[in-house]
């Protein structure tokens, strides 16, 4: 397969004469050179749309969006969007506006903790509000995350109705990602081209009843520069930034020309319900203006002259809702229609990046169309019980320890991921070992260990609500004056006086001065140690922890944190116990609960694979939140699968 980082494009005349000067004088002087012909080029185009500004706000002709416009739809209860870089900026202003009109929407974040993806879902919604709204991790750095992240919407929705293209870098020094572009490029321009083709069959199948809509946000910047499309990685020719940025926002509003194009044509026999536009929001002062020299040194500038991300976020809202918008391959400006430049329309060079387009399309199918044991897997998440072996039993599960013995001889590294929470690990590795396997403490990820090592860093004190068996494990933790509860599998230790002694407690907690509590001890006031319905034993399905910590949630008004299957704290904590570098797709959970092993780890960028042995039940596979990425027979079978075909990775 032809890599992304060598398709290339014919040079432009503006490319041949600075590669020219870049070749036979000093490159350092030239690379100078660049620097400043194009800073003057940005910079006069901004002190041109500066004057753009100041008549937009003297203006009353100037189209404004209000909160109740009669062309934008305020009932949006049906529609699901996505908006990439909605954690701030323009981004979420768009988001915080679609939410409030009932929509289903998914921003994108990059490297946020669960806290801070809290803070941002408060933000954008409130009690008011009759949308939802989920945050959603992406690297736009990487085309594995991209990946991944389309891997994780479709585990949730099956169409998408709206899709802002809005994350971005601005300025930024010259820098390569790990798959070989340039930043700008390939953040500003080439992953969102890849969410666009991954994401085409769920915005065609929201269009069948009203055309689905993509926004993609460009820049008035484009006005200054022509592309040097044969050089993506810009290491033959001088590096500006001020170019690279513009040029990725050309690529942008050009290809956003060629889609609308395509799409009209009805490709191979298909027709498709999607109007794709491109818009510039206006000089708006966001944080990406913080790498503009003159605002990063007079930032009154950016205050007094710039739009509030509010202004800003109005021509993306006309574009992905107005009524008004009916047409495709259009840009705007201030909720109206106007001719981008001149270069934009370029027949030659559209033509090149239509091909450079269709190849990556071409490519991104080839990515999508790889079965699941085919894409890379560096490492493997395995749940024990009904896994390797059912609940109340005393032996394996048939081909479970042939198939750990030809992972392991392998030198594919896993671990085993548990929410067995009525014994101490210890006891469970002598288990597990007794029935035939030979485990080590080190390759079990369990609740107990990893609720323990939490309390520690956060000086939480328990009150403990778990099986007696359990309790060695806390034994180092101190539990003088509680200030939250654990609670884990009690089994028949879930007595009514134990659960209201917990109840009361955490009323007393609730209770407690907020503004003298850190935000570790607010939302840490319950922690339980898994949320599962059921489990198999002794061959019928029994209640399991998840039925209890919910009573407490209802009876009390405290939201638990759940460190255990499902919650991304405990995939985390699985993820780097291997030591090295690994990616959440490029890992494969096996296990028998269809959320807490296979959403659970869907959520998180993974591929979730369903056995049909423990608790599976034949309504798994229907079911109407969770898609498994497969479902085999057993831990053999799935295993077997991933190792047949281990030396076929799929080549970037």
């Known amino acids: 397969m032809q890599k992304l980082t060598e398709l290339s494009l014919f040079p432009t ?29 940005l910079y006069w185009l901004g002190v041109k749309y500066l004057l753009v500004e100041l008549h937009r706000y003297l203006s009353t002709s100037v189209r404004k969006l209000t909160p109740n416009d009669p062309d934008i739809p305020n009932d949006l209860q049906d529609y699901i969007a996505i908006v990439t870089g909605g954690t701030q900026g323009i981004g979420l202003c768009v988001a915080r506006d679609f939410v409030r009109r009932g929509c289903t929407v998914v ?31 992406i690297d736009l750095r990487d085309i594995s995350s991209v990946c991944s992240f389309v891997n994780r919407f479709y585990s949730k929705f099956d169409r998408l109705d709206i899709l802002v293209n809005n994350a971005a870098v601005m300025y930024v020094p010259q820098n390569y990602t790990k798959d070989g572009f340039e930043y700008h490029y390939q953040i500003n321009y080439l992953s969102h081209t890849l969410l666009i083709w991954l994401l085409m069959p769920a915005l065609n199948r929201a269009g069948k009843k009203k055309p689905a809509r993509i926004v993609n946000v460009s820049s008035s910047t484009h006005f200054a520069r022509d592309l040097f499309l044969d050089d993506l990685q810009v290491r033959s020719s001088p590096y500006s930034r001020f170019h690279s940025y513009a040029q990725s926002k050309l690529c942008v509003l050009m290809n956003t020309y ?20 491109a ?53 705007y400006e201030d909720c109206r229609s106007i001719r981008s430049s001149r270069f934009s329309y370029h027949i030659l060079y559209d033509f090149n990046l239509k091909t450079f387009s269709l190849k990556l399309a071409k490519f991104v199918r080839n990515i999508m169309e790889q079965p699941w044991f085919e894409k890379p897997i560096k490492a493997v998440l395995l749940d024990i019980t009904g896994v390797l072996y059912e609940s109340g039993t005393k032996c394996a599960i048939p081909g479970s320890i042939e198939a750990i013995n030809r992972l392991r001889s392998s030198g594919l590294p896993f671990r085993l991921v548990t929410n067995e929470t009525q014994s101490p690990l210890a006891k469970l590795v002598n288990k597990l070992n007794g029935f035939g396997y030979d485990f080590k403490a080190s390759e079990i990820i369990a609740p107990g260990p990893t609720v323990c090592k939490y309390l520690k860093q956060n000086g939480l004190r328990p009150h403990l609500l778990i099986h ?56 840490s006031m319950l922690i339980s140690m898994g949320k599962n319905k059921y489990y198999k034993e002794n061959g019928a399905l029994t209640i399991d922890l998840g039925a209890y910590t919910t009573a407490l949630e209802f009876a009390t008004d405290v939201q638990s944190i759940i ?46 694979v369903l056995v049909k042995t423990g608790k599976y039940r034949p309504d798994n596979q229907n079911h109407p939140l969770v898609k498994p990425d497969a479902i085999v027979s057993n831990l053999k079978e799935g295993i077997d699968q991933i190792l047949q075909k281990r030396e076929q990775p799929l080549t970037i």
């Open 468 to 523: 007696s068996g359990l309790l060695p494990e806390f034994d180092d933790v101190s539990k003088d004056d509680p200030n939250c509860v654990v609670i884990g599998d009690a089994a028949h230790f879930f007595t009514y006086e134990a659960v209201n002694q917990a109840f009361q407690l955490l009323l007393r907690l609730k209770d407690r001065d907020e503004s003298k509590l850190n935000e570790i001890e607010r939302k």
């Open 13 to 41: 005349n503006d490319y041949r004469l600075w590669t020219f000067l870049y070749r036979w004088l000093p490159q350092g002087f030239v690379e100078r050179l660049f620097v400043v012909y194009t800073f003057i080029q």
């Open 258 to 277: 060629f889609l609308a194009n395509w799409l009209s044509k009805e490709p191979n026999n298909q027709q498709y319900h999607i109007l794709v536009n």
């Open 279 to 331: 818009i510039h929001p206006g000089v708006v002062n966001t944080p990406l203006y913080q790498n503009v020299w003159i605002v990063r040194r007079y930032p009154l500038i950016g205050r007094l002259l710039f739009r509030s991300v509010e202004e800003g976020a109005e021509t993306v809202i006309y574009a992905a809702l107005s009524s008004e918008v009916e047409t495709s391959g259009n840009y």
């Open 107 to 137: 921003v994108t974040a990059f490297d946020l903790t669960p806290t801070e993806q809290d803070k941002v879902i408060k933000l954008i919604q409130d009690d008011h509000q009759r949308g939802s709204i989920h945050v959603f991790d």
């Open 563 to 608: 460190i255990g299957k499902p919650s991304a704290e405990y995939y985390n904590a699985a993820l780097q116990s291997f030591g090295e570098e690994i990616s959440p797709n490029e890992v494969v959970m096996i296990g028998d609960d269809i959320l807490g092993d296979v959403k659970g780890s869907q959520d998180m960028g993974m591929r979730g």
